[in-house]
Structure formats: structure tokens, C-alpha cells
């Protein structure tokens, strides 16, 4: 558990950064998708420096890059959808950021959590108790005060 603390800190710190840089990056340049786009592009040139380099110790189930191609359809498609959907989410982001703050927008966005989490118990069986869903309901009521002017 402790060891998920630190990785959730790092993914906080993280994603509170790639948020006020995209948004400054955004104000300043109009809300054009190319930034979003360009921001894939040097993501995946990483990426393939990263799976280069990481294969054997991060992906033991993989031997080479080439492997991709050695993938079952149905997870090929899976990757596809997933990049679709993290391209997109990006760019509406982005224009929702461009009519109000980053802040706004992060938080009421965060409701996918709990979509998640409801979705996780019907799909994964995943257990839930009663703390779990009394953080559903806090998130929730937190998004509504959100809206609230």
C-alpha cells in the first residue's frame, strides 16, 4: 500500500503539471488541437524509445517491438480505442479549458471516477463496501457544489 501511495503522489504531481502547462500553452495559442496532436506525436517517439530500451524488463511477454504486430486483434483494437478515446478527451479538454479555468473543468471531469468505480463492480467484480460508496456519494455532492455559482 504504501508503495501505491507513492505512485499516486507522483501521478498527482504529474497530472497537476501536464494540466497548467496545457493550459498555459492553450491561453497563449488559441485553443488549437495541434498542440494536443503534437503532444501525442513526442509522446509516442518516447514511447517507442521507452518500449526500445524497457522491453525486457518492463514486458517480459514481449521480445521486440515487432511484437505488436504478434498481438491478438482483439487487443490491437482495444490499444486503437483507447488512443481514440485519450485523443479525444484531449481535445474537448482543451476547448472546455479555453471557456473557464483548468480547475473547473478537472474537477467536474473527475466524475469519471466514479463511473469507473461502478462499471468496475458489474465488469471486474470488484468489492466494493460501504466507505467506497460513501466516497461515490462525496464526489458527487463535491461536483455538484462545483457547479454551483
Same mark, same amino acid.
Given at each position: 500500500m504504501n508503495s501505491a501511495i507513492n505512485y499516486i503522489i507522483l501521478i498527482i504531481v504529474l497530472y497537476s503539471i501536464?494540466?497548467? #502547462?496545457?493550459? =498555459?500553452?492553450?491561453?497563449?495559442?488559441?485553443?488549437?488541437?495541434?498542440?494536443?496532436?503534437?503532444?501525442?506525436?513526442?509522446a509516442g517517439i518516447i514511447a517507442l524509445i521507452f518500449m526500445y530500451f524497457h522491453t525486457k524488463h518492463d514486458c517480459q511477454h514481449h521480445d521486440s517491438i515487432k511484437d505488436i504486430f504478434n498481438m491478438p486483434i482483439v487487443i490491437l483494437i482495444?490499444?486503437?480505442? #483507447?488512443?481514440? =478515446?485519450?485523443?479525444?478527451?484531449n481535445k474537448y479538454w482543451l476547448k472546455a479549458v479555453n471557456t473557464t479555468n483548468s480547475g473547473f473543468v478537472v474537477g467536474l471531469t473527475n466524475i469519471y471516477i466514479v463511473i469507473v468505480a461502478l462499471l468496475s463492480v458489474f465488469l471486474f467484480n470488484t468489492k466494493m463496501n460501504n466507505y467506497n460508496y460513501l466516497g461515490i456519494f462525496t464526489i458527487i455532492g463535491g461536483t455538484y457544489l462545483l457547479t454551483k455559482k
Open positions: 501536464w494540466t497548467i #502547462i496545457m493550459e =498555459a500553452i492553450s491561453k497563449k495559442y488559441s485553443s488549437c488541437f495541434c498542440i494536443t496532436l503534437k503532444t501525442y506525436i513526442f482495444g490499444l486503437v480505442l #483507447i488512443a481514440c =478515446a485519450s485523443l479525444m478527451g
